[in-house]
């Protein structure tokens, strides 16, 4: 993967390519900034260039054995971690495992790389487990810490770690990302990179009609009851599809090189992928309520202006006005903040199903007149 795929984040590419060429690599770096803008895929990037075999000009060659077995994940030399699931930090026990390797010769590259997901979760014990490594740097090993909140890291962790900023990507960047790589219509594109923030995991959900449909079938279902339980069901296909999607994304991806694996190795390896299911389903719910948000948003702004150029589902004008006409401005507020509350519910792991079914019975309905 070369660093000319990393879009909209010169500083960070320029940062880390000029430590390859120089030979001036850092043993621990901070990669700062909102998810969904490239800090992961620049850590991919940051690892194969630091162990293709043909590195020149100031990128990897994207086809060496190295370079092709990190971009599958596969790579004895390279590993995440992240949160687990049953305790959605990062345990002193997964720091502890990875030590050894650390001060171990690079199995089959040239470099170890170790990538920390969510760095803001290492707990005070494993943070300060970690910071020992980071103060006696072990040769030919490099830490990449990823955090969207650098406050909540450590502070001793964090002033060992050379900090690399990451922002928000360009709405046309989001928007051609979309068409180019996803293959979303170009007018569904535009308007999903509208919504997404500058993160392409938004745009994508955002860009993705069956999605959009089974949140936005919320509002029609408000008129009956029996309408509201059809939604919710679903809803409750949609998100029981997109965790089979992930689960079969974390059996692929997440895996150890080798055919023999003791008990311990199971169980870690079972709980990372667990973590990865968790963590990437509770942003699914989070940004399917961010979605049903947005419409709120922009019947407001059609009840309180009228303005059809500040509406972000420009694309939905006809439906929204329709909306409009038929809730009273207090039961868009008021459903608003459903809303806002259910979201808090899904990020303290309360149950999906227990929260989706809230929301459909609370939402209050069109009235119309």
Do not use: W
């Not at 040769?139 to 922002?167: H, I, N, Y």
């Amino acid at each position: 993967m070369s660093f000319h795929k990393i879009l909209d984040q010169p500083t960070a590419v320029r940062t880390l390519q000029s430590a390859i060429v120089k030979g001036r690599v850092a043993h621990a770096y901070l990669f700062v900034g909102p998810s969904g803008v490239g800090r992961k895929l620049t850590a991919t990037t940051f690892a194969e260039a630091l162990n293709c075999r043909t590195f020149r000009d100031g990128n990897s060659c994207g086809t060496c054995a190295d370079c092709r077995l990190i971009a599958e994940g596969k790579h004895p030399d390279v590993q995440t971690i992240m949160p687990t699931k049953r305790s959605s930090t990062i345990t002193v026990e997964q720091v502890e495992n990875l030590l050894p390797f650390a001060y171990m010769k690079p199995l089959k590259g040239k470099c170890k790389v170790f990538v920390i997901s969510e760095a803001d979760r290492l707990g005070s014990s494993s943070a300060n487990k970690l910071l020992k490594t980071l103060e006696e740097p072990p040769p030919s090993t490099v830490f990449v810490l990823v955090t969207e909140r650098p406050e909540s890291v450590l502070p001793t962790v964090a002033s060992r770690c050379q900090p690399v900023k990451f922002g928000r990507l360009r709405t046309d960047t989001v928007a051609d990302i979309l068409a180019s790589e996803f293959g979303v219509d170009r007018e569904r594109a535009a308007v999903a990179a509208e919504l997404a923030d500058g993160q392409i995991t938004r745009g994508l959900l955002f860009a993705d009609t069956k999605r959009f449909e089974a949140v936005t079938c919320i509002l029609e279902s408000l008129g009956s009851v029996s309408a509201r339980i059809q939604a919710y069901e679903r809803l409750q296909e949609l998100l029981a599809e997109e965790r089979a999607r992930l689960e079969d994304e974390a059996e692929h991806k997440i895996v150890v090189p080798g055919e023999v694996l003791t008990s311990g190795m199971k169980t870690a390896l079972e709980d990372l992928r667990k973590s990865f299911i968790d963590r990437n389903y509770r942003e699914f719910l989070n940004d399917c309520l961010g979605l049903l948000l947005t419409l709120y948003r922009d019947i407001l702004v059609l009840k309180e202006t009228n303005a059809e150029e500040l509406i972000l589902n420009r694309d939905k004008v006809g439906s929204l006005r329709t909306y409009a006409r038929a809730l009273s401005l207090p039961a868009v507020r008021e459903n608003m903040k459903v809303i806002e509350e259910i979201t808090v519910y899904c990020s303290h792991y309360v149950g999906e199903d227990r929260a989706f079914l809230d929301l459909l019975l609370r939402l209050r309905e069109p009235v119309e007149g």
